[in-house]
């Protein structure tokens, strides 16, 4: 079964930077792709954008292209956000998704999110 | 404002039947499947219906999805007290080149 475990909650000041990390096991890694969504407090959800270890492509929102960045690790099948220039409206909880192998963007299975707070 | 539109809310009473939209358009909902997920009050997000009106495995039968055009429909019958959450539409945007999710609805069980 698939489970994807993430790192632990984040205080951040304005202005860092934060890297945030997935753990993937069962199943396929490096022919999967992964994506991450965020949720602000209160808010919906809000598609990121995605990785594909196999090619080590990204693609990314057009909001994140700038402050966010998508690496994956084969030798620990883990894939990490990192999210730069921190604002206090960055301040959400962050999840990373294993797309289904259909290719119809269905996210199969979330980590349990990882709460990102920006305060100075 | 999300580029697909659910109702902020919804409420029914056990055993009731409701619906939830979603509604996009032809680069989104009228040309991509539709994914939808329910996200119980302090959880992750859940994969409920996929491919439009599919469910995966073990996924109650009293939930189900469909779509006409540019609109799909999440109906959940019999509803019971564990079905209060907030449920999201989900698509691939053509014109985005992305995802792009509904901006929820949250279900009340009174």
């Known amino acids: 079964q698939v489970q994807l475990v993430q790192s632990g909650a984040e205080v951040k000041k304005p202005g860092s930077s934060v890297k945030v990390a997935c753990k993937a096991s069962?199943?396929?890694?490096?022919?999967?792709?992964f994506s991450w969504v965020r949720q602000a407090p209160g808010q919906g959800l809000e598609w990121m954008g995605s990785i594909t270890p196999i090619f080590g492509t990204a693609n990314y929102a057009q909001k994140f292209q700038d402050t966010v960045t998508f690496t994956a690790d084969e030798s620990t099948t883990t894939v990490y956000l990192e999210v730069r220039s921190l604002r206090s409206d960055d301040t959400a909880v962050y999840y990373c998704?294993?797309?289904?192998?259909?290719?119809?963007?269905?996210?199969?299975?979330w980590g349990q999110g990882t709460l990102v707070t920006v305060s100075s | 404002q999300s580029v697909l539109t659910q109702p902020p809310s919804v409420s029914g009473t056990p055993g009731q039947r409701v619906t939830i939209s979603c509604s996009g358009s032809s680069s989104t909902v009228g040309s991509n499947p539709v994914n939808w997920y329910q996200q119980l009050p302090g959880a992750a997000p859940k994969l409920l219906i996929y491919?439009?009106?599919l469910r995966p495995s073990g996924v109650p039968d009293r939930f189900s999805g469909s779509t006409s055009g540019t609109s799909a429909s999440l109906a959940i019958s019999g509803l019971q007290s564990e079905d209060e959450a907030d449920y999201y539409c989900a698509a691939w945007a053509d014109s985005l080149n992305g995802v792009v999710f509904g901006g929820g609805t949250r279900l009340t069980v009174l």
């Open positions: 069962g199943g396929s890694f490096t022919n999967s792709v």
């Open positions: 998704a294993k797309v289904g192998a259909d290719g119809e963007w269905k996210f199969e299975y």
């Open positions: 491919t439009n009106s």
